[in-house]
């Protein structure tokens, strides 16, 4: 039978890997520049971290408690509990994460003439970029009917609409 490997054998790798990952990722989506999949690898991948952490903690645990008793180690705790609770509440302020959603809704949701308006393209345009691609659509369809009809992905759609090739 096979023995599993030590705790600390594979949680400090993955724990430094991922924190490489998470960190690289993180800059890049601060700084906006989230091209391909970065936002993705970021949000998926910080799984392995939180494992990598849990597995790294519960091999050091008699340091990780000492760490908290220390006076640096309680406010340590105890301020980035206190942002952690702050982050939950938006203090009157309108970011682009909070607009994402219901902009992403209003425009899957939107007739296709819309769409092509905002794009500054004619409507009928529009339609025949998406027949091009296989998508059978009408300019008064929306993004949503369409992804329904036709079984295909609404992001997928969406890029269509706004990223020509």
């Avoid at 203090?91 to 994460?97: A, K, M, Q, S």
């Avoid at 009928?124 to 949503?144: C, P």
Wanted: aromatic share 10%.
């Amino acid at each position: 039978m096979l023995k599993a490997p030590a705790l600390r054998t594979w949680s400090t790798p993955l724990t430094i890997g991922s924190f490489i990952l998470m960190s690289a990722t993180g800059v890049l989506m601060f700084f906006e520049w989230d091209i391909g999949l970065t936002t993705v690898v970021h949000q998926w991948f910080s799984w392995l971290f939180l494992v990598g952490c849990g597995g790294h903690i519960a091999a050091n645990f008699r340091p990780f408690k000492n760490h908290l008793r220390s006076n640096w180690g309680k406010v340590s705790v105890t301020a980035f509990t206190l942002a952690l609770a702050a982050s939950l509440f938006s203090w009157g302020l309108i970011t682009g994460p909070q607009l994402k959603r219901p902009i992403e809704e209003a425009l899957v949701d939107a007739p296709l003439f819309a769409l092509a308006d905002t794009m500054r393209i004619a409507p009928d345009d529009l339609v025949a970029r998406l027949q091009a691609r296989g998508i059978t659509a009408t300019n008064r369809q929306s993004i949503r009917d369409l992804a329904v009809s036709s079984g295909v992905d609404e992001n997928y759609l969406l890029a269509l609409v706004f990223l020509p090739e």
